[in-house]
């Protein structure tokens, strides 16, 4: 006999598991359908291993400026296998929370992997699930490129670079976007010697022209090297290393690379045409604000929506396709997501860049505040960077903020809920911030850009 179930979800990570709970909340009889282990790419492959290795880089980076805070430490070194193995117990402890939280939510969760054969049945294994409404959110994964293939040993994914037990003397990587900054700051930190290929003219240029550059100024600073404006052709494997066959351009040696240059959407597999559910050219599920497909019952949640690839956004698009489910009308907005790149230093974006919004035809203004005009910057010797600012000059609604430096995934939530709730920059100035504290940063950066700064010379930029 088939199970029957309210809301069936298909993909347990942070889209699928969070619209299971969603969902069970409201009463509904829920399951949730994982192939491999809960938490998806985020947990598993993703945001929780790579920023546990890069808070061992962070507490080394610290230990080696000790001097700088009148402290002697003697003969720093490190233990890379150790580091590796915080790592991976990090992430089975967080899955076997997580693996609690959903029994106790009493989601049914189901091993084995999901495949429609028709619009309200799922095919697991040998057993037939029965759903009212279905939620897909089976994520993506690496994307694999023909003319430099991954070998898992000299050629690696952001998923197989993950398993090494040693450091490379060096790292050629392949695209200077999210994953390649963060990976090349990581290496960085422990003396690999790294060089960021990028085919774009700016590294993180989805961020802005004013956070690609301090990141640029920031990587060059730490010894990595930047090609722009690249072409890779091909990669050798060559002896103990590899060699990265550019376009009208000497080739780049190292021990390994990482090819970080997009990611593949997971429709292509899981019957999709038996539920009547259109995938375009992309492999991508279009949506509406309810997180519905063409077909009304069924919703799709995270990449494969190609809204935003961020586990945040996902999660949030999950209780929305959740709460439309299972009956409560909620629509998905994306004027002020949030997003952050862990490199050293640190970058958070949300909203419009000036370039941005300028384009959307904006009178766009900036205020910007350098940390090392913040006294509690100067007391904690975390100088590098700034908070900037973008207000429409006429409503001076806030458009967007950038911020580059020490805390800024922490910093960019404030501006972020000022977006989300239509804060005026007026509204952010009479909002009386703690001092000392680097989020009076925003306060400073706001008098700025209305040319009325307390802690820096009268600009009269914004006139």
């Known amino acids: 006999m088939n199970r029957q179930f309210k809301v069936t979800v298909i993909g347990g990570g942070p889209g699928g598991y969070v619209a ?23 947990l598993n492959w993703g945001c929780i291993p790579t920023k546990t290795l890069l808070a061992s880089a962070e507490m080394l980076h610290k230990v080696k400026r000790a001097n700088e805070y009148g402290i002697h430490v003697e003969g720093v070194s490190f233990d890379y296998a150790k580091i590796e193995a915080r ?11 997580l693996e609690g939280l959903i029994a106790s939510h009493k989601v049914c969760l189901i091993k084995g992997f999901g495949r429609c054969i028709s619009p309200t049945e799922i095919k697991v294994g040998d ?21 430099f293939p991954f070998d898992g040993k000299k ?5 197989s670079i993950l398993g090494l037990q040693t450091l490379p003397k060096s790292i050629a990587i392949i695209g200077g976007g999210v994953i390649g900054c963060e990976f090349a700051s990581l290496y960085a930190e422990f003396g690999v010697a790294v060089h960021i290929i990028e085919m774009l003219p700016h590294i993180a240029s989805t961020e802005g022209r004013a956070v690609s550059e301090a990141l640029k100024a920031a990587f060059q600073k730490k010894g990595i090297k930047i090609t722009l404006n690249a072409t890779v052709e091909g990669v050798d494997i060559e002896g103990d290393g590899v060699s990265v066959l550019l376009k009208e351009a000497d080739p780049i040696s190292a021990e390994i690379a990482l090819v970080s240059v997009g990611r593949k959407l997971n429709t292509g597999e899981i019957g999709l045409e038996k539920a009547g559910v259109f995938v375009d050219e992309r492999g991508v599920i279009p949506v509406n604000d309810k997180m519905e497909t063409n077909v009304s019952h069924i919703y799709a949640v995270g990449d494969i929506t190609a809204k935003w ?32 790149i862990f490199t050293h230093p640190e970058t958070a974006t949300v909203g419009y860049t000036l370039e941005k919004a300028l384009e959307k035809g904006y009178k766009a203004i900036i205020g910007k505040f350098p940390f090392a005009a913040l006294g509690k910057s100067q007391a904690s010797i975390e100088t590098e960077g700034f908070v900037q600012i973008i207000i429409d000059k006429d409503t001076h609604a806030i458009l967007g903020a950038q911020v580059v430096g020490y805390e800024a995934s922490v910093l960019i ?33 706001a008098m700025v850009v209305l040319d009325t700064p307390i802690h820096l010379p009268p600009l009269k930029k914004n006139a």
């Open 20 to 42: 299971a709970i969603r969902a069970a909340l409201s009463g509904a009889s829920v399951a949730l359908i994982e192939g491999e282990n809960v938490g998806g790419t985020c």
């Open 87 to 97: 790592k991976n117990s990090v992430v089975t402890k967080i899955r076997k929370s």
């Open 127 to 147: 057993e037939i699930i029965e759903s009212e409404k279905i939620i897909i959110a089976t994520g993506s994964e690496p994307r694999n490129i023909a003319a």
């Open 155 to 159: 050629v690696h994914s952001s998923n």
């Open 309 to 340: 690839m961020l586990a945040h956004v996902a999660s949030h698009q999950g209780v929305v396709a959740a709460q439309n489910a299972t009956g409560t009308v909620s629509h998905m907005h994306y004027e002020a997501v949030p997003s952050v």
């Open 413 to 445: 939530a404030q501006v972020t809920l000022a977006i989300q709730n239509e804060i005026t920059i007026d509204g952010l100035i009479q909002t009386i911030h703690a001092h000392p504290t680097v989020a009076e940063s925003w306060l400073e950066a």
